[in-house]
């Protein structure tokens, strides 16, 4: 303890106001506004180490007890704790060991103080979970000197534990989007070979079991001639433009433009939809999987319009200016209604008049749309029906930056 050392101060009526002022190291300033808890069950060292530290401009709070250190620990979360090893209720080791089994107090650096300063004691601060210890009666300066330091050390390191703990827990979230974003594939494959196996059910397999029934009538075969000849050459357009969906040629041979030529000439044949397709710059040559996501989406995008928007016409406008690649889905339909767009933000919402599965499909798009570095943006023309935004930076030196 330092009863040593403050009773010959207080002898010479030296009060703690006067403690000396110039004795703190000009070689590491400590960082402004920390705090120490001071423990000690001396009151007369409490007061004059407290006023010591205060006067270095420290904030500092105080303990008799190794029970009121542990709460002031745990209330204040002080930068530093200066620890006598000898106290009323126990002892500074058994304080420091449970301080290092406490979430929120494991990394507050502590100092010992102590009056007997050998080996054997020394070792046992460094194993209850101490830093550093000073020997009793002290010299100012060291006191100053080592508080400084670790002070600094304590703030400089909850610093980079802050940081660290943010970074994991952005790298949590990223995870679990990521697994969020498999199951969220994995479910609109699914309903993507389903609608597959449904179209192919509903048009393709019924004509040619139709085209089967008709040339099992070999009596009238000639006559069914043209019947047949029509059922199987819908059927082979209907199968070139399933291929077509499940991997568009066009993308890999001529690019995106054309490939969202060929699908504005099938949404107006399927759908009656008028589309009308236009294109302003000349985008770089894309990656595979970016140009598939763009022409699904833009499908998407149309074939809401078409099912929903009880439309008439669409246009269909891919731009590239700078580096942004921007394709524009806006039609003269009903819009969305605005408590949709107000309920999940502009960049979001549940398209126009469309069930949840059709929800689902645009927040399908939203998600790939972000994990590829871009955004999908939605809301209501200026003055009639909706538009619809896919957006994404791309060309050299782009490090995936994306309009909002």
């Not at 919402?349 to 998600?367: K, M």
Request: aromatic share 4%; with cysteine; charged share 25%.
């Amino acid at each position: 303890m330092l009863r040593g050392s403050v009773q010959h101060l207080l002898e010479r009526g030296v009060d703690a106001a006067e403690a000396p002022t110039d004795s703190r190291p000009d070689v590491t300033d400590p960082l402004p506004q920390a705090e120490i808890l001071v423990v000690d069950d001396e009151g007369a060292t409490r007061v004059y180490v407290a006023g010591l530290l205060r006067q270095q401009g420290y904030r500092v709070s105080a303990a008799s007890t190794g029970a009121d250190a542990l709460a002031a620990a745990q209330d204040r979360h002080p930068d530093l704790i200066l620890l006598d090893v000898m106290l009323a209720d126990t002892d500074g080791f058994a304080v420091c060991r449970e301080l290092r089994q406490g979430a929120s107090t494991k990394r507050i650096p502590i100092i010992f103080l102590t009056a007997k300063g050998n080996e054997q004691e020394i070792v046992r601060g460094f194993e209850s979970g101490g830093v550093d210890y000073i020997v009793k009666p002290f010299a100012v300066s060291v006191l100053l000197a080592r508080v400084a330091t670790h002070t600094t050390l304590s703030q400089l390191s909850r610093g980079l534990h802050t940081a660290l703990d943010e970074r994991s827990a952005r790298l949590q979230q990223a995870n679990r989007r990521l697994r969020e974003l498999n199951v969220e594939m994995a479910t609109v494959e699914e309903r993507q070979r389903r609608q597959l196996a449904q179209q192919l059910h509903d048009t393709t397999i019924q004509e040619l079991v139709l085209a089967r029934i008709l040339l099992e009538g070999e009596s009238q075969l000639e006559e069914r001639r043209g019947q047949l000849v029509a059922l199987l050459a819908g059927a082979i357009k209907q199968l070139r433009s399933l291929v077509f969906e499940l991997s568009p040629p066009l993308l890999r041979k001529r690019g995106l433009y054309q490939a969202l030529e060929w699908l504005a000439s099938e949404v107006r044949e399927q759908w009656g939809l008028h589309v009308v397709c236009e294109q302003s710059g000349d985008p770089p040559a894309l990656a595979d999987a970016l140009s598939v996501t763009l022409f699904q989406g833009a499908r998407e995008l149309l074939i809401n319009v078409a099912k929903h928007a009880e439309a008439t016409q669409a246009l269909l406008r891919l731009t590239y200016d700078g580096d942004l690649l921007r394709i524009v889905v806006s039609d003269d339909g009903r819009g969305f209604e605005p408590t949709w767009l107000e309920r999940a933000g502009v960049a979001s919402g549940t398209a126009q008049g469309e069930s949840t599965a059709g929800g689902f499909g645009l927040y399908s798009l939203r998600s790939r749309m972000d994990l590829l570095g871009g955004c999908l943006r939605l809301g209501n023309g200026r003055y009639r029906g909706a538009e619809a935004v896919l957006s994404i930076r791309v060309g050299p030196g782009v490090d995936a930056g994306v309009e909002g």
